[in-house]
């Protein structure tokens, strides 16, 4: 299961010792750790990244994570995360939606209090124990995100809004008079610009998509080449999962995009 999993300690120090105890988790195979990041809290409330997250579509997801609780914490004294999503919408827009939801980040500010420090990472993991054990045996706490095809559904819905809410229009303008045509016409090509945007939107996931599954895939061979033999045939199995779930999801998204663009006449 790919996830975004946030381990939180009392200081630097500990948060360096879990960082290297989740490494040795990934040379084991029991996790593999496509990307990372290092952040802590200081003195004034901000948030001070230690270590930034890898370069490139294997970093994505972190490094939009990271931006985020950035800016986050160098808002106003108590500010709600649900006000911050407002105000910091640019900081958001980009970060993937299936790691990405209120309560998560609501758990993931709560937890990092002045002077704690928090280890991110965007992993495979089969199951909890392996990590829990090491980061509980140093005083930290584990929070995790499943990183799901959450986004797909909601694009899947926003599609299909859109084309009810086309087609209605069209049947409105059928049935108008010259005092209202004009006024509908201006709605129809509005809908339809938000639905060239949306499938714009679509197929840039596509390729965001492709990158990454390829970068992933090249984390895993490395490690494959890595690890002890005994713990190759679970690697196997993370990276044919890794295609089978991209090709679900390529599936999809295709599906959706075709069916906007018959929308377009």
Known sequence: MNRIIISVFENEQKSAEGLQELK?????????IYASAVLQKNSEGKVD?????????????????????????AGPGGLAVGTAVGMYGGLFYDIDKSLFDLSFMEQATEAIETGKTAVIIDAEEEWTTPVDSKIEA??????RKNRSDVEDDQ??????????????????LKESNEETKASIQKQLDTAKAKNKALKEKIDAK??????ERNAKLEKLKTQMSEV??????????????????????KKKLEKISKKIKEYFK
């Open 24 to 32: 040795n988790l990934h040379k084991n195979g029991d996790i593999t």
């Open 49 to 73: 990244v230690k270590q930034s997250s890898e370069q490139g579509p294997i970093g994505t997801a972190i490094g939009g994570l990271t931006g985020a609780l950035v800016g986050i914490f």
């Open 138 to 143: 140093l005083n930290g706490v584990v929070y």
């Open 155 to 172: 694009l899947r819905r926003e599609a299909k809004e859109l084309n009810k809410e086309i087609d209605e229009l069209k049947n409105e």
């Open 206 to 211: 596509l390729a965001k998509q492709k990158e």
């Open 228 to 249: 002890q033999d005994s713990a190759k045939t679970k690697l196997e199995k993370r990276k044919e999962d890794l295609k089978e779930n991209h090709k679900e999801s």
